[in-house]
């Protein structure tokens, strides 16, 4: 579904991709954890375009998508939820739902998928009129996965998605995500929390100073030597 | 109680002029993040546009009245295209497109003073008449116009922001440029249609001066530092707090020539400008819609 070749990338000439090969299988949940900096963010960024590529290739069902448009890319079916602030706050929550849906057509259409989203996420049909800066934290990031979905995409990209959130909402939002995959979507997640990911994961890629350090399914990666120490405090 | 009354009739429709000057900057500012101080140079360009097509060619008022505002905004755009536009595409900072803007707005002031000379010029569309007594207030027509203008224009511009696709797009840019190209919003197209509106309202605004009292070519400077103080008081970030604001400037300006002389009166838009720089910068209602 989704490949990477040697993706090399960056920002204002500084290299932080230096050259990324990475698959996503259908309906696969794939984890990319590692330490800040390491470039995490910039493999999904890369992919939307939103980071300088110098070289490599990203093929989405065998199609080249590099250097794609964001709405050729939402067309496509790739979907990306942003690191932080993923709503806009100013706007009501149904006005997000509609901006998600913004290249749907046919306004029947639109409305028929919000209220599959509101069925799904019953908080956001309660919260319908209410601009979304009054939402939760956790209200926010359910709200930026229903406009998402509204696109009904094939693979859905998420960036720190338990970023400022509490155990217990993290642990609802990963419980949400494999809902997601149920559905036949797949989902590449770059984490933070790098136990809660490999967990959730069907297969996790470590990125270490912009190279892909490990590569293995959750049983492996979490025996790993490297990774108990490194990322799991040796406590796992 | 006249006296009252006349003077916040005054704030009002004082207050209406820098709303309209107000809400088509905050509107460019809020969609493109930087300060487009040429939007002054707009109004006054406009005021002589109609002067140039009522007064000079002699087409009939109502569609010298159309082409002012369509040429007003095609000028915010094609300031937007030529000057900006190519600025932010060699990454310039907002510091030098806020020169560009100032550099912009003396130019147009200019090319005026060429083309029309210094002198005041005057539509003469309309015949002075006495006004209408109201509770011992007078009102002209023309007045009465104005305070009526500004209105529609702002239900026009509520329901545009708020009911449209193309209003929904410009708020999501406004509040995160970044986040908007993600859900697939182009906000280059986004900033064009904000220099249009945002334009097309500093031409309603030249037009409104030009009817009603006389166009200068440096009155562009003056109604900027209006309109941009009226944004500051309600809040830069918001086009209708921007619109609050300056009637509130507008109302303030006027009740406080009742007490100081009237040359205090720009005055202490300056004191307001600082006051609120320098204590509420958010303005009155400005911070009070942010995100978490």
Do not use: W
Request: glycine share 10%; hydrophobic share 50%; charged share 20%.
């Amino acid at each position: 579904m989704l490949h990477i070749k040697n993706l090399h990338a960056g920002y204002n000439g500084l290299e932080i991709l230096k050259g990324i090969n990475l698959k996503v299988g259908k309906k696969e949940i794939v984890a990319l954890v590692g330490p800040n900096g390491a470039g995490k963010s910039t493999v999904i960024k890369s992919i939307f375009n939103l980071a300088k590529i110098t070289g490599g290739y990203i093929f989405f069902n065998n199609k080249n998508i590099l250097g794609l448009k964001t709405h050729e890319l939402l067309k496509e079916g790739v979907c990306y939820l942003n690191q932080g602030r993923t709503i806009f706050g100013n706007l009501t929550v149904r006005e997000n739902l509609e901006l998600g849906a913004r290249l749907i057509k046919n306004k029947e259409e639109v409305k028929k998928r919000i209220s599959a989203i509101y069925k799904k996420f019953q908080i956001l049909k309660k919260r319908e009129n209410d601009f979304a800066y009054t939402l939760s934290g956790g209200q926010q990031q359910v709200l930026g996965l229903g406009r998402a979905l509204i696109t009904k995409p094939k693979i859905l990209l998420l960036d720190e998605p338990s970023l400022g959130l509490s155990p217990k909402l993290q642990k609802e939002l990963f419980l949400m995500i494999k809902k997601i995959k149920k559905d036949g979507i797949s989902i590449l997640i770059v984490e933070q929390n790098a136990k809660k990911a490999i967990e959730l994961a069907d297969r996790t890629y470590l990125l270490e100073d912009g190279k892909i350090a490990l590569e293995g399914s959750g049983g492996f990666i979490l025996k790993h030597k490297k990774i108990k120490e490194v990322y799991l405090g040796g406590r796992y | 109680m006249s006296l009252l009354l006349q003077v916040a009739i005054n704030g009002l429709i004082a207050g209406s002029i820098y709303a309209l000057v107000s809400s088509g900057f905050s509107l460019i500012y809020n969609t493109n993040k930087f300060m487009h101080f040429a939007h002054g140079a707009s109004v006054a360009v406009s005021g002589y546009f109609l002067y140039g097509f009522f007064a000079i060619i002699k087409l009939n008022f109502f569609y010298s009245l159309s082409l002012t505002l369509i040429f007003s905004a095609l000028l915010g755009l094609l300031i937007y295209r030529i000057i900006y536009l190519p600025l932010q595409n060699r990454k310039a900072s907002n510091v030098i497109l806020l020169i560009a803007s100032i550099s912009i707005l003396i130019l147009l002031q200019n090319l005026i003073l060429l083309l029309f000379g210094a002198n005041v010029k005057d539509i003469e569309f309309v015949e002075v008449k006495k006004g209408l007594e109201f509770f011992g207030a007078v009102i002209t027509l023309t007045q009465i116009v104005i305070l009526l203008t500004a209105v529609l224009f702002f239900i026009f511009l509520y329901f545009f922001m708020n009911k449209t696709i193309l209003g929904k797009n410009m708020r999501a840019v406004s509040e995160n440029k970044e986040l908007a190209s993600i859900v697939g919003i182009n906000s280059r197209k986004i900033s064009d249609f904000s220099f249009l509106i945002g334009s097309f309202l500093g031409g309603a605004a030249g037009i409104l001066i030009a009817v009603e009292q006389n166009i200068t070519p440096t009155m562009g400077t003056i109604l900027m530092i209006k309109g941009f103080t009226g944004a500051v008081i309600g809040g830069i970030s918001s086009v209708p707090a921007a619109v609050l604001g300056s009637y509130l400037l507008g109302l303030a300006e006027n009740f406080g020539i009742v007490f100081l002389p009237s040359g205090y009166k720009d005055a202490i838009s300056f004191v307001l400008l600082f006051l609120f720089l320098l204590f509420r910068p958010e303005g009155i209602i400005g911070g009070k819609r942010r995100t978490k």
